[in-house]
């Protein structure tokens, strides 16, 4: 099954901050990292996620900086702030409640086998 942007429309920042909790990174290694994890169902297309690290970085969840790289093109890297960890844990508690919540209202849909 593919997951499709509306599906998951309202999580982006998350799951970015998610991966960046993990330590510094950048887009294409950020991306590649997501359609590892949701086993080739989901990927970001480059201008949302682009667009979600301007925006985080405006919010102060997230700053970046230039890498050093000897050979190929320079990267950006992104590094999330204390302000983007609490950000992330608010994020985590919100999503716990909204799968209990949508498991209570879907579960109707479901038929005894």
Do not use: H
């Not at 682009?50 to 050979?71: A, M, P």
């Amino acid at each position: 099954m593919n997951i499709t942007s509306d599906m998951i429309y309202g999580y982006t920042d998350g799951i970015i901050l998610c991966c960046l909790s993990e330590g510094d990174s950048y887009g294409y290694e950020i991306n590649s990292r997501i359609l590892e994890k949701s086993g080739r169902s989901y990927e970001l297309k480059e201008a949302t996620l682009y667009t979600t690290f301007r925006r985080l970085e405006k919010q102060g969840y997230v700053t970046s900086y230039w890498g050093n790289e000897s050979s190929g093109p320079r990267r950006r890297y992104y590094s999330i702030t204390g302000a983007g960890r609490e950000y992330l844990q608010k994020r985590l508690l919100e999503w716990e409640e909204i799968k209990k919540l949508l498991d209570r209202l879907l579960d109707g849909g479901r038929k005894e086998e």
